[in-house]
C-alpha cells in the first residue's frame, strides 16, 4: 500500500488497486534481506496483474532469500492528484516503502502508449527523469518488454535495457547487484559489469553508431524456464482475471505484420507432463475459476489434441473453464470445442486481418476464406452464440476491395452461423490500424495518413450491418501516436516529456486520451509527429533500431518485405523446412503419441499430485471430500453452512463482491465441496448477508454456502481461515436446513461504529464545529419531523428518501477519546440506507454542504453486528 494512502482510500475508485495483502503476496523482513527490487508495470493494476512476465519475475526473484521483489503500478489519476496535494511518493504495494529506496526499479515495456505513465511514476517516486540527472542515491532504472526491441525513444531515461527473455537476465542482473552493494563503488561501475553480458543495452555505454549489435537474450528450453504456481490472487477483477500457463514461447507462422512473430523465434514449447503438472499446482495454490493455455497460437502447440482431454478430466472435475486466448482459424476443430466447452463456454477471438485473399497472402497470413467460414460453421455447431474478429486497416497494398471484402466476409460468416441452427449466431467485429513494427518485414514501410485511416473506419462501419454485428475500433489518433514511438529515435524524448508536463496519462486509455495535448507537446518540441507515423524507409537506411539483433537476419526480413510486394506466402517453417531466417532453431525435446494419457496418468504422475485426488481424514477419521471429486453432474447442493465472519482493517477496502470471489476461491484452495448452480455457467453457490459498503469493516458479519458433502465444521473453518487473505477470518458456523428462509430475511438491524479521525498522518487536522460536538446535536438532528437526501443511482432518476424511520438508535457515546457515534439502521427490502448517508445529513445540520464529504472521509465505520 502507498505510504501513508490508507487514509485516503475511500476517496478513490477501485481502491483495492493499492492494497498489497492478496493470497500469496511475498512479504519479507527487510532485515533479512540485502538488495531490494521494485517490478513497476506503467498502468493500472488490472492491467498490470494481468501480464504473466511481471508474475514470472516476482516469484523468480522472491525466491532469492537474499532478494525482496515487490510491485508497483501506474496509480489512476485521482490516486495522482491527491497523492501530490498530500505529498505522498508513490510505493511499492506490499511494504509501502517509497521506489525511491530500492536498489533497482525495473519497468515493463508492454506498450508505447504507456511511456508517459514512466515519467509520471518516477516523478511521484521522486526520482528524476533523465539518467544524467539521477545520483547516486536514486535507484538503477532497467526495462524490458516488446518495447525494448526499440529501446531509442526511452534511451534517455533507462540506465539498462534487457533485450529478449528476462528469466535468467534478472538474474544476473540480481547476482551483480548483490556483489556492488554496499561497496561503495558508484552506478556506472555496475552497468559496465552488467553490459558485458547478452542482452544488457546500456545507452550510456552504447552508442547506436557505434555498430555493436546488442543480441536478444534467448531461453532455449521452456521447460528449464521458471513458471509461478502460487500466483498473486488480486482481489479486484483484473483485464485477463484468469490462471495463465504459458505452453509455448515464439510463432513460425510468418505473419509480415506481427512484431512478437518475428522477435520471440524460435518456437520452444513446454512438454505436457511439466504443463499438466503446472495447471494442477497452480489451480491448487490459487483458487482460479478459469485457465488459460498461453502463446501466441495455441492452436500449433504439438501437444494439443493429446493434452486437451486429460486437462479437462482435471478441470471438468473442478468446476474450471479453459480458455484459448490465441487461435489461429484452421485450428478451430470441433474436437477442441467439445473440449473447451465441457464446463463453460469462454470466448472465440480470431483474426483473419484481412478481407481478401490477395492481401491475406501479402501479409502472409496462411488461411483462405473456408477456414474462416468453416470456424464459423464449428463454432456455432458446438453452440457457441458468436465470436470475434480483428481486422487491420492500411495495410501495406491494401485496396478499396479489400475492405469490401471485409464486409462480405463478415456477413457470410454470419450467415453461415445462423445456418447452423444457432439463429442468434453474432459476430463482434474489431478494426484497428496497421501500425509497422521494428523487426518485421514491414518495418520500412509507413502508416497511410490519419484521414485516410478515419475514412476507411467510417466505410467499414456504415457497411457492417447492425444486429448481427457489432463493430469496434481502436482510435486511429492513438495508433498514429503507437506508429511514431514504435518506430522513433531519442529525439522522441523530447516530446514524451513536454505531454507528461501537458497532463497526458493513460493515453492507451480511448477515454484519456488527448491527441490535441500530444499535438501540443510535439510542437513544443519541435518534433514532426507526422513524419514520423508516416515515413518510409528505403531497404538500405540504417534504421533507429539496427543495433539491437533479434537473430533475424536483415537478408531475411528483406526478402520477406519483397514477397510482400509480389504478393508471395512463405510457408510455415515447422511444417513445410526452414527458411534460413537466420536463426538456429532446434526442434522441442518431447513428442506426443496416443498414449500420453498412460504415459503422464500413470508414468508422470507424483505422489503428491495422486494424493490430492483422494480423500483426506479429518479430525476424529471423519472425510473431508476434496471439492475436485464432484464431477460436472451439478448435483444439487445438500447441506448449507451458515456463517460468522469478521472483516477487518486490511479488508476495509474490498467490495461486497471481491469479498464473494475471495470466498470462492479460498473454499477451492481448501478443497471445499462447493456447490454450484445449474446452467451453462455454473456459479458457486456462497451469499453475504447485507453488502458492506467499501471502506466499512464488519465485526460479525455473516454470510452462507451450500455443500455437496457434509463435512466436519471445525475442519471447514481451519481450512478455510488457512486460505483466507489477512482481514478476513470466519468464526462460528453451523448447519441450516435448505428450508430456512434466506439470511437477510432473518436480518433488521445494523449496529455501526462510527469513529471521527481528525487526519493526523496527513498533517492536516480537521476540526468539528463546535456545535456539532454539542452533546444536544444529535437529539435536534433526531427531532425533525423528516430528514430528507435526494440519491441517484447510475442510469435512473433522483429519487428522495425520508431518513427518519429507518433510523432505530443514534447517540454520540460520552467520554470517548477520539470522537464516537453509535447507528442502529432498520435493514429491509429498498429500504434501507449506508451509515455514510445517515452521516452526511447529521453533519449538512452543522457544515456547510461542500464540506460535508471532507467529513465523511475521515469517518472510520464498523458495523458491530447484524441482528
Known amino acids: 500500500m502507498v505510504a501513508g494512502l490508507h487514509w485516503i482510500l475511500s476517496r478513490l475508485s477501485k481502491p483495492s488497486r493499492y492494497l498489497g495483502n492478496e493470497p500469496n503476496a511475498v512479504h519479507k523482513d527487510p532485515s533479512s534481506v540485502r538488495l531490494k527490487v521494485a517490478l513497476a508495470f506503467p498502468d493500472t493494476y488490472e492491467i498490470g496483474m494481468s501480464h504473466l512476465g511481471l508474475k514470472i519475475l516476482y516469484h523468480l526473484l522472491n525466491s532469492q532469500p537474499e532478494i525482496q521483489a515487490e510491485r508497483a503500478f501506474a496509480p489512476w489519476v485521482d490516486a495522482e492528484e491527491l497523492m501530490r496535494r498530500e505529498g505522498i511518493p508513490l510505493c511499492s504495494q506490499e511494504s509501502g516503502t517509497p521506489l525511491s529506496c530500492f536498489h533497482i526499479l525495473g519497468f515493463t515495456l508492454q506498450y508505447e502508449l504507456c511511456y508517459t505513465n514512466i515519467l509520471t511514476m518516477l516523478e511521484l517516486a521522486g526520482i528524476p527523469w533523465r539518467r544524467e540527472e539521477r545520483g547516486e542515491e536514486h535507484p538503477l532504472v532497467i526495462a524490458g518488454g516488446p518495447g525494448a526491441f526499440n529501446p531509442e525513444p526511452l534511451a534517455e531515461f533507462i540506465d539498462l535495457f534487457v533485450i529478449g527473455d528476462g528469466e535468467d537476465a534478472i538474474l544476473e542482473i540480481a547476482r551483480e547487484a548483490l556483489a556492488w552493494v554496499g561497496t561503495g563503488k558508484s552506478k556506472i561501475d555496475l552497468l559496465e559489469r552488467l553490459a558485458r553480458y547478452p542482452g544488457m543495452y546500456c545507452p550510456a555505454l552504447h552508442l547506436p553508431s557505434s555498430g555493436l549489435k546488442i543480441v536478444k537474450r534467448l531461453i532455449p528450453d521452456l521447460d528449464s524456464a521458471p513458471h509461478p504456481t502460487g500466483f498473486v490472487v488480486p482481489f479486484l477483477e483484473i483485464v485477463h482475471d484468469r490462471l495463465t500457463i504459458e505452453v509455448s514461447r515464439g510463432c513460425s507462422q510468418g505473419c509480415r505484420f506481427c512484431q512478437a512473430g518475428m522477435v520471440y523465434r524460435p518456437v520452444r514449447e513446454r512438454s505436457p507432463e511439466q504443463v499438466l503438472d503446472l495447471i494442477r499446482r497452480s489451480l491448487r495454490e490459487t483458487g482460479y475459476e478459469e485457465i488459460s493455455l498461453f502463446s501466441l497460437n495455441t492452436t500449433e502447440y504439438s501437444c494439443l489434441e493429446d493434452l486437451l482431454p486429460l486437462v ?99 456477413r457470410e460468416a454470419v450467415r453461415v452461423g445462423k445456418r447452423e441452427g444457432n439463429r442468434r449466431f453474432h459476430l463482434a467485429v474489431s478494426l484497428s490500424p496497421f501500425i509497422p513494427k521494428p523487426h518485421t518485414p514491414f518495418q520500412w514501410t509507413g502508416m497511410i495518413p490519419l484521414e485516410e485511416i478515419r475514412e476507411k473506419m467510417k466505410f467499414l462501419r456504415d457497411r457492417l450491418p447492425r444486429g448481427s454485428l457489432s463493430v469496434k475500433w481502436q482510435s486511429p489518433e492513438m495508433s498514429l501516436l503507437e506508429g511514431a514511438f514504435s518506430r522513433g529515435d531519442r529525439l522522441l524524448a523530447g516530446p514524451l516529456v513536454q505531454a507528461q508536463l501537458l497532463g497526458c496519462r493513460f493515453d492507451e486509455w480511448t477515454e484519456r486520451l488527448r491527441f490535441d495535448l500530444w499535438q501540443e507537446a510535439f510542437s513544443r518540441a519541435e518534433v514532426d509527429l507526422f513524419s514520423y507515423s508516416y515515413r518510409r524507409f528505403d531497404l538500405s537506411d540504417r534504421l533507429p533500431w539496427d543495433h539491437i539483433s533479434t537473430g533475424l537476419s536483415k537478408e531475411f526480413l528483406v526478402r520477406e518485405y519483397l514477397r510482400a510486394r509480389r504478393g508471395e506466402i512463405s510457408p510455415n517453417c515447422r511444417v513445410e523446412g526452414c527458411l534460413q531466417c537466420g536463426l538456429d532453431c532446434r526442434p522441442c525435446n518431447f513428442t506426443c503419441s496416443s498414449n500420453i494419457y498412460s504415459q503422464i496418468r500413470v508414468g508422470g504422475g507424483s505422489p503428491a499430485l495422486e494424493g490430492q485426488e483422494k480423500k483426506e481424514r479429518g479430525e476424529g477419521g471423519q472425510e473431508i471430500c476434496y471439492q475436485n471429486e464432484s464431477g460436472m453432474e451439478n448435483p444439487p447442493a445438500r447441506f448449507r453452512l451458515r456463517f460468522q465472519f469478521q472483516k477487518g482493517e486490511e479488508a476495509r477496502y474490498l467490495s461486497h463482491l471481491e469479498i464473494l470471489r475471495t470466498f470462492s476461491r479460498a473454499a477451492r484452495r481448501a478443497s471445499i465441496p462447493i456447490g454450484y448452480s445449474r446452467g451453462f455457467h ?123 424511520p429507518l433510523i432505530v438508535d443514534f447517540h454520540r457515546q460520552e467520554g470517548t477519546s477520539p470522537l464516537c457515534w453509535r447507528l442502529t439502521i432498520k435493514l429491509g427490502p429498498g429500504r434501507t440506507v449506508p451509515p455514510t448517508v445517515v452521516m452526511a445529513a447529521f453533519f449538512a445540520n452543522y457544515v456547510d454542504e461542500g464540506k460535508v464529504p471532507e467529513l465523511i472521509f475521515r469517518l472510520r465505520i464498523c458495523r458491530k453486528e447484524l441482528t
Open 312 to 410: 479437462m478430466e482435471d478441470l471438468d472435475k473442478q468446476r474450471v473453464s479453459l480458455s484459448l486466448p490465441s487461435l489461429r482459424v484452421e485450428g478451430l476443430r470441433p474436437s477442441l470445442l467439445q473440449q473447451i466447452k465441457r464446463v463453460r463456454r469462454t470466448g472465440l477471438t480470431l483474426a483473419p486481418e484481412a478481407g481478401s485473399q490477395r492481401l491475406r497472402d501479402v501479409i502472409n497470413k496462411g488461411l483462405d476464406e473456408e477456414s474462416v467460414l468453416r470456424a464459423a460453421r464449428v463454432a456455432a455447431a458446438a453452440g457457441w452464440e458468436g465470436m470475434k474478429f480483428y481486422f487491420m486497416v492500411g495495410l501495406p497494398e491494401e485496396r478499396e476491395d479489400d475492405l469490401e471484402e471485409i464486409v462480405r466476409l463478415c
Open 682 to 804: 455454473p456459479q458457486p453457490r456462497i451469499s453475504l448477508a447485507w453488502a458492506l459498503p467499501v471502506g466499512i469493516c464488519g465485526e460479525q458479519e455473516w454470510g452462507e454456502m451450500e455443500l455437496e458433502r457434509e463435512c466436519p465444521i471445525p475442519t471447514v473453518v481451519e481450512r478455510l481461515n488457512r486460505s483466507l487473505p489477512s482481514g478476513l477470518r470466519i468464526g462460528k458456523a453451523k448447519w441450516v436446513p435448505l428450508s430456512a428462509p434466506p439470511l437477510e430475511k432473518t436480518l433488521s438491524r445494523a449496529l455501526y461504529e462510527i469513529i471521527w479521525d481528525q487526519g493526523e498522518e496527513a498533517g492536516s487536522r480537521l476540526q468539528l464545529p463546535a456545535a456539532l460536538l454539542s452533546p444536544a446535536s444529535v437529539a435536534s438532528f433526531l427531532e425533525q419531523e423528516t430528514i430528507t437526501v435526494t440519491s441517484r443511482r447510475r442510469g435512473k432518476e433522483e429519487t428522495s428518501i425520508d431518513l427518519k
